[in-house]
């Protein structure tokens, strides 16, 4: 598949009594991240630009979440969805994420990227 | 302060030229999961059931998602944004949360709780 209309995923919310998943063809990575802890509010700008520029600009780009150990903020997880692996790939290639991979280059000390299957998600409406 | 409101949040999306958190003050768990793999399908359906309840009944739950090693699929993450700390602590109180605990306890192998702030996000309009 390419990706759904914005039609199709606004009826995914917690009022859709026939829950199921609208994601399930995405690509899905969780990508831990440990930051050069001197380095952090840099490395943070330069993720939160890749993120809004990407999800902007690719409509094969569905969502971001990224968070921060709270005890540890320099490591970082982040939940990506993309409408397909042929999205993925593509995002990969745009100048966007090239420039974000060359800016943090000597941020990041460690870098896992785990392909993930959504088993299912929920939110309010609206959000 | 409690959660926003729909129409607040709606704003939060990738047309938004004045990006920013709209979750700055949510209280945020990423729960990392071991589940026993002969039980992983009795698992996958009570954890849907609870997100789904919980999100239905509960105005501060405001987003789960779950997502499950594609390799290893007993390893399971779940991201979990309330709207504050008080919606989580009520949360837990919830029968339908203290259901799924219940279901679950033989079944789960390993549990870890990460509190997390969020960095940010960024998702198509209308997702």
Chains 1, 2 share one sequence.
Request: glycine share 2%.
């Amino acid at each position: 598949m390419l990706y759904k209309t914005n039609n199709d995923l606004h009826s995914f919310s917690a009022s859709d009594n026939n829950y199921k998943s609208y994601y399930e063809c995405t690509a899905n990575i969780i990508a831990q991240i440990e930051v050069d802890s001197t380095q952090l509010k840099e490395y943070n700008a330069a993720l939160k630009e890749q993120m809004q520029t990407a999800v902007r600009w690719e409509p094969g780009v569905l969502t971001y979440y990224a968070v921060a150990d709270k005890k540890l903020p320099s490591r970082i997880t982040i939940l990506e969805i993309y409408a397909d692996s042929a999205a993925y790939q593509k995002h990969i290639t745009t100048p966007h994420f090239k420039k974000y991979k060359t800016t943090v280059a000597h941020m990041v000390k460690k870098l896992e990227l785990v392909e993930v299957d959504l088993i299912g998600s929920a939110k309010q409406p609206g959000l």
